[in-house]
């Protein structure tokens, strides 16, 4: 029983005045302005008015992205159009392979805990929406969508971001 609390604590903690729940349907997230945007290991929220490149991500219930593998300059700041061509809700969650499985076991859990954060994108079923992120740092990062079940079942994507 302690342990539980322990992690509901710490859930509630880590998720905190975010303002999206799985499951609720989508709402649009507040742009980040670059002055207030927090660095992660692997970048930062990007300025829309600064995008590099642009990437369409489809997304099926299948449980597949399209394309699942990207390579990114360092750097670079880019616009994702997600768009969700299934039946069921999807996301994209960029970060780290760690980061992401404990994301996903905290959604198993706690499958309606409210959040939405600037590296993520909640597209309901035949709609899209646009995540900005600027690629920072050099590395294998990694996207996925993070709805109970859905990583376990492949819906996962890879990111190499080079300094050349």
Partial sequence: MKQQVALLVVAATLFSGLTHAH???HRARAPVAPADAE???F???????????????????AMRFSPASLEIKQGG???????????????MVLGRMEDLKKHAELMRRFPHMEHDESHMAHVGPGTSDELVWRFNRSG?????????????????????????
């Fill in 43 to 61: 970048g930062i929220a990007g300025d829309p008015d600064n995008i590099s490149r642009t990437i369409v991500v489809g997304m099926s219930d």
């Fill in 77 to 91: 700041t880019i616009k994702f159009v997600v768009k969700n061509g299934g039946k069921l809700e999807h996301e």
């Fill in 39 to 41: 660095q992660t290991a």
């Fill in 140 to 164: 294998e990062f990694y996207f996925g969508c993070l709805i109970a079940g859905h990583l376990e079942a492949g819906m996962i994507g890879k990111i190499v971001v080079s300094d050349r």
């Fill in 23 to 25: 499951g609720t349907g």
